[in-house]
């Protein structure tokens, strides 16, 4: 090879490198945010077929008596609504928790929060989501908590967090597919147009 012909690879080298690596450096994703990525993907799957066997209905629509969580909904215990799911991903309970969530035992709670709200209807609505949300700084307490768009929810920054003071997490829609998102909750759901949703946040 002459001179210039080595010069040109390096020159093509270089060039691809240049573009690339804005992909890589501002990539938001951890191994951790991507399974929890991928465990939402499951219990969004596992809803879908808990729906199809009961008249398009979610867990929380449907009577314990029926395999549902219905009357869970005055309890103010938001794991007891993914248990009704347990078949539906083969008792793997490591499904219901984020890798990253330290705070939560595997087989006691659940670490993502979920709408009782939601539908199979509602194609673009939440279904559920990373658990670690905050609202004026204060960490959302476990129980139900009403999403609103004239609230700003956050996540907390325990989680997904590469960098000191970023606050991300992911959500699953409806139609079962899962984002990660950097900006808050109540941004996605005036851009979305969502109704207001009661989540169930363990």
Same mark, same amino acid.
């Given at each position: 090879?002459t ?8 020159g093509?080298?270089?060039?691809f490198?240049f ?21 939402q ?5 596992a ?17 314990? $008596?029926n ?9 103010? /215990?938001? @794991?007891?609504?993914? *248990? =009704?799911l #347990? ?25 993502y ?34 999403l609103? $768009?004239n609230?700003?929810?956050r ?5 997904? /967090?590469k @960098?000191?003071?970023? *606050? =991300?997490? #992911? ?12 900006t ?7 851009r ?11």
């Open positions: 090879m001179l210039v012909e080595v010069l040109v690879v390096l093509l080298v270089l060039i490198a573009l690339l690596l804005p992909a890589f450096l501002s990539s938001p994703k951890s191994p951790c945010s991507i399974q929890c990525m991928n465990n993907k499951q219990i969004g799957l809803l879908s077929v808990f729906a199809a066997d009961h008249d398009g209905r979610y867990p929380p629509q449907v009577s314990i $008596t395999g549902g969580s219905f009357e869970f909904l005055v309890s103010n /215990s938001p @794991a007891l609504h993914f *248990q =009704s #347990s078949n539906y991903v083969f008792r793997n309970w490591r499904v219901f928790r984020c890798p990253a969530d330290d705070a939560r035992q595997p087989l006691r709670n659940v670490g929060f979920l709408s009782v709200d939601a539908t199979p209807r509602m194609t673009n609505g939440i279904l559920a989501g990373d658990r670690n949300l905050e609202v004026a700084g204060q960490p959302v307490k476990p129980g139900f908590f009403m609103t $768009t609230a700003t929810v996540w907390t920054r325990e989680l997904h /967090s @960098a000191k003071g970023t *606050q =991300s997490g #992911s959500i699953l829609f409806a139609d079962t597919h899962v984002e990660f998102l950097r808050n909750l109540s941004a996605v759901v005036q979305r147009g969502l109704a207001p949703a009661r989540l169930a946040v363990p």
